[in-house]
């Protein structure tokens, strides 16, 4: 079993940065494949970045690429997603989200974990 707890949301101006943090339990975490989705209101929740167990070949929605980074340390059991040039059509709820099976992406998948959400809201 794993738990995540997301935070780091705030309410940030266009252009402004912020730094989202997923603490997880479980002696698990550094095998498993962590990533960040957001649901903004009226629309679906989507995919935004991911990475592996091992923290290479990051995975990023092209919406989010060049302004957010992905990393993790397994030493600490964090996940974190640095957003800079953040836009207001970045303002959305963010999920942290894992699942074991050691794959390179989250993109298209149904993550069997999820934090409980931290809002992020970007003013123009």
């Known amino acids: 079993q794993v738990q995540l707890l997301d935070s780091g949301g705030g309410l940030v101006q266009a252009g402004g940065s912020l730094r989202l943090s997923c603490a997880a339990s479980g002696r698990t975490f550094s095998t498993y494949t962590m990533g960040w989705f957001r649901q903004a209101p009226g629309k679906e929740r989507e995919f935004v970045a991911a990475?592996?167990?091992?923290?290479?070949?990051?995975d990023y929605a092209d919406s989010v690429k060049g302004r957010f980074t992905i990393s993790r340390d397994n030493a600490k059991n964090t996940l974190y997603l640095q957003m800079n040039s953040l836009k207001p059509e970045d303002t959305a709820v963010y999920y942290c989200?894992?699942?074991?099976?050691?794959?390179?992406?989250?993109?298209?998948?149904?993550?069997?974990?999820w934090g409980q959400g931290t809002q992020v809201t970007v003013s123009s």
């Open positions: 990475i592996n167990w091992s923290g290479g070949s990051p």
């Open positions: 989200a894992c699942t074991p099976g050691g794959y390179r992406t989250l993109r298209g998948l149904r993550p069997a974990y």
